[in-house]
């Protein structure tokens, strides 16, 4: 079996790893003419640096990142909130908040595939793409005509696998431009801390960013006139953005020394209708766009990415009939539509110039922002780490008395034999319980129906989750199969349902 992927960008990228891995057949094709230099997204969430782990693909990437350590909102009068980031995440146990350029992130998952032994096809553009029963067909560019048993566009906003398969991409083109630049600046401004001034002209965002030691790499980026529709230069860029600084904001003592990338881009949110289409599917930016506030579209299309690897795996095997692919739309759109909600709710909330939100903006703000728990539910959203499927067709709402139920991430365990969950999965899947011999004896029970080096036995450290009667069955991305004090053919049942019908309901 043969899988096509369309777009060699994080999604495609990591796709094609997760593929490669389990010994599917991949071919990887993009238009561009190379890899990218400038980069996008600049934050990679704990989930995001958590998959890229799971797949190999992590490699120096938290040596080169910067940790965010503060979070600051302010109005143009005065602070309305200002948290520890990265307090808050480390006490939940979610590692940093990765600051690192989308470049270097593509760049690590290219290694790792080259390392699979994949080749990425450049200046590969796919001018049309169809399907009948049995494959796909995609037209090259370079007049290649390619067969393939599963076709899936990882290919970005304007993908034309989307439009081939005929799926609505529906939602809204939001008018706000915002104005940017990745710049050398001097400024007195803390190196670690997110900024952002909400004032009645419009907003002004500045993060800080790593560059090899340097402490005065910026991305700062601001809401643009709507008037003016033609690409701005990059001098214009830097002149709008000095005079938003100036007026919106308290930096007032920043200066350009250089810049190392200026552009515009237009705010839009898009949600597809379906991710597949018999032998079609989409994934990344082909299935949702949003506003880029909270960093979350890259990160959403790796983790569509991770999911939907090891179930094309499945299918692609003829262990899984093609009943499971649908898990993968049931599970990973309903996560889009939430990040589309909430970053479309924070981008008005913070861009309305209407009274009644300035005054919500000041005073709920500042008065609920205080609190630790409003802290902790931002840092748990915009982490991704409480991503749950328990209410898709894999998934359970059966209350445990504690810790995970089937569809919810399983936390990251410490393992007797040292190390820890996430760190030993490898795409495989793992069965965790308090003694050894269970372990290997459900592991090999679980064998039987997902291939013999698919599934991992794991004991962890302490025995609070699992519980000592307990046996946890984990999916390859780190989410729970099954919970059970029961014997190994209840897993049995639940993997043959899974495989069968593609839910375990
Ligand atoms: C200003 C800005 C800031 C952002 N900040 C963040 C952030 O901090 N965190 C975050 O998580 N996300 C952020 N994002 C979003 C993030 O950049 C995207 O979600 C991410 O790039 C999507 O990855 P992708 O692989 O799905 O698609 P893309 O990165 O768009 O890759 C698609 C690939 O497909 C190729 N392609 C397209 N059409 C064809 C074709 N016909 N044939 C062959 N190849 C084709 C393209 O060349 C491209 O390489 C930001 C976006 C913007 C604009």
């Not at 393939?148 to 970005?156: A, K, T």
Request: net charge positive; glycine share 10%; aromatic share 6%.
């Amino acid at each position: 079996m043969s899988v096509t992927i369309v777009g060699a960008g994080p999604t495609g990228l990591t796709l094609a790893c997760g593929l490669l891995m389990r010994g599917v057949e991949v071919r990887i094709v993009d238009a561009a003419p190379g890899p990218t230099t400038t980069s996008r997204a600049i934050g990679l969430q704990p989930r995001g640096a958590e998959v890229l782990r799971r797949i190999g693909a992590l490699g120096t990437l938290p040596e080169e990142a910067l940790a965010m350590q503060r979070m600051c909102i302010n109005t143009d009068r005065r602070e309305v909130l200002s948290f520890d980031v990265d307090e808050i995440f480390h006490q939940a146990g979610y590692g940093p908040l990765m600051l690192v350029s989308q470049a270097p992130i593509e760049a690590s998952l290219r290694r790792r595939f080259a390392q699979l032994g994949g080749v990425i096809e450049w200046a590969t553009a796919v001018v049309a793409a169809s399907q009948d029963s049995t494959g796909t067909w995609v037209e090259l560019s370079s007049g290649e005509r390619l067969r393939s048993d599963w076709l899936v566009g990882c290919d970005g906003a304007h993908s034309i696998v989307r439009r081939s398969a005929d799926i609505e991409f529906r939602g809204t083109a939001r008018v706000e431009r915002f104005w940017m630049a990745d710049a050398y600046v001097n400024t007195s401004a803390d190196h670690g801390t997110y900024s952002m001034w909400m004032h009645n002209e419009g907003v002004v965002h500045a993060f800080p960013l790593p560059s090899a030691g340097r402490q005065d790499l910026w991305r700062l980026a601001a809401d643009a006139p709507l008037d003016r529709t033609s690409e701005p230069s990059e001098q214009e860029v830097l002149e709008f953005l000095g005079g938003a600084v100036t007026r919106r904001t308290q930096m007032t003592d920043l200066s350009f020394k250089s810049v190392q990338w200026a552009t515009s881009f237009r705010i839009r949110q898009r949600l597809a209708d379906r991710y597949r289409r018999g032998r079609m599917l989409i994934a990344g930016d082909a299935a949702h766009i949003h506003s880029p506030i909270g960093g979350q579209g890259m990160n959403t299309g790796i983790g569509d990415a991770e999911n939907l690897a090891w179930k094309l795996a499945l299918v692609s095997s003829g262990r899984a009939s093609e009943a499971l692919l649908d898990t993968y739309a049931a599970e990973r759109r309903p996560v889009a539509r939430a990040s589309v909600a909430a970053t479309g709710a924070a981008t008005r909330a913070t861009l309305s110039r209407n009274p009644l939100a300035d005054w919500l903006r000041t005073g709920v703000l500042s008065l609920l922002a205080g609190r630790r728990f409003v802290q902790d539910r931002i840092a748990s959203s915009v982490s991704q780490m409480s991503v749950s499927y328990r209410r898709g067709p894999l998934g359970s709402r059966r209350v445990v008395d504690r810790g995970p139920i089937p569809g919810d991430r399983v936390p990251n365990l410490r393992l007797g034999g040292g190390g820890a969950l996430h760190d030993v999965l490898d795409g495989r899947w793992a069965v965790v319980a308090t003694d050894a011999d269970t372990a290997e004896r459900y592991a090999d029970r679980a064998r039987t129906r997902l291939g013999q080096g698919a599934v991992v036995p794991l004991t962890p450290m302490e025995n609070r989750i699992p519980a000592s009667s307990e046996v946890m069955l984990v999916r390859p991305d780190g989410h729970l199969a099954v919970r059970t004090s029961r014997p190994p053919e209840v897993l049995d049942r639940w993997l043959q349902r899974m495989l069968e019908n593609g839910t375990t309901r």
